[in-house]
C-alpha cells in the first residue's frame, strides 16, 4: 500500500514559468512533510519543509502548500531554473518517540527548459 | 554537502558475499537511518538508531544488520547478497527522535551484485 504518491513521473516547464509538483497521501497521521530534490548519482537535499498545523511555508523560491483535508501537498517553485532540473521527492512522518521514518513517494522528474 | 558521509561510494560484489556499509552523520546529530532506493521499489526506510540504540524498522531484510558505535558513526551489514539487493542505499541523520524534524541525506552507496 503506497501511502504517499506523486502521480505526475515527469513535468517539463520553461525558464521562469511556475513548476507545480503534486503529492497525495493516505495516512491521516503523518504530521510532518517534506520535499527533497535529488540529482542522479547523488543523495535527496532537503529543499522544504511543513507542519501540518500549517498550510502554507515559504522559502525563497520554494513555497509548499499543504491541504489536510484532501490529503494534498504540492510545492510551487517560482520562478523555475535550469539548475532546478532533478527528480523531487515529497516525504512524510508521523511524530513519534519510537522514530520519524520517512515515507517517500515515487518522485517527479521536473526539466527545465531555457 | 550535507555533512552526511558515506563510504564507499560504488561497491561491486558477487552474490553470497557480505558487504558493510558505513555512515558518519552530520556533527551533533544523534539519529541514523538507513535507506534503500531500488528501480522497482524507490526509497525505502529500513532502520533508524538513536544514540546507539535501535529504534524503528523497516522493511529490513533479516540478512541486513546494523547498528550505531558509541562515536555516532553506523555500519549497515549486508550478507548473502542476492541479485536484487543492488541497489542505493543511503544514510541519513536528525538532531534527535521524537519531534518534528529533518533528515539530512548522505551521497549513497552503489552497490552492484553479479
Known amino acids: 500500500d503506497q501511502q504517499v504518491k506523486q502521480n505526475s513521473p515527469s513535468l517539463s516547464v520553461q525558464e521562469g514559468r511556475i513548476s507545480i509538483l503534486n503529492c497525495d497521501y493516505t495516512n491521516s497521521m503523518f504530521d510532518y512533510f517534506l520535499w527533497y530534490k535529488k540529482y542522479p548519482a547523488e543523495g535527496p537535499t532537503f529543499l522544504i519543509s511543513?507542519?501540518?498545523?500549517?498550510d502554507k511555508n515559504e522559502d525563497g523560491r520554494f513555497t509548499v502548500f499543504l491541504n489536510k483535508s484532501a490529503k494534498h501537498l504540492s510545492l510551487h517553485i517560482v520562478p523555475s531554473q535550469p539548475g532546478d532540473s532533478a527528480v523531487y521527492f515529497c516525504?512524510?512522518?508521523?511524530?513519534?518517540?519510537?522514530?520519524?521514518?520517512?515515507?517517500f513517494g515515487g518522485g517527479t522528474r521536473v526539466l527545465v527548459k531555457p | 554537502d550535507s555533512g552526511v558521509t558515506q563510504t564507499p561510494k560504488h561497491l561491486i560484489t558477487a552474490t553470497g558475499q557480505r558487504v558493510t556499509l558505513r555512515c558518519s552523520p552530520r556533527s551533533g546529530d544523534l539519529s541514523v537511518y538507513w535507506y534503500q532506493q531500488s528501480l522497482d521499489q524507490g526509497l525505502q526506510f529500513l532502520i533508524q538508531y538513536y544514540n546507539g540504540e535501535e529504534r524503528a524498522k523497516g522493511n529490513i531484510l533479516e540478512r541486513f544488520s546494523a547498528q550505531q558505535f558509541p562515536d555516532l558513526h553506523s555500519e549497515l551489514n549486508l550478507s548473502s547478497l542476492e541479485l536484487g539487493d543492488s541497489a542505493l542505499y543511503f544514510c541519513?541523520?536528525?538532531?534527535?527522535?521524537?519531534?518534528?524534524?529533518?533528515?539530512?541525506f548522505g551521497p549513497g552507496t552503489r552497490l552492484l551484485v553479479l
Open positions: 541519513a541523520s536528525s538532531v534527535a527522535s521524537g519531534i518534528q524534524e529533518t533528515q539530512y
Open positions: 516525504a512524510a512522518s508521523v511524530r513519534k518517540a519510537a522514530g520519524n521514518k520517512l515515507t
Open positions: 511543513i507542519s501540518s498545523i500549517k
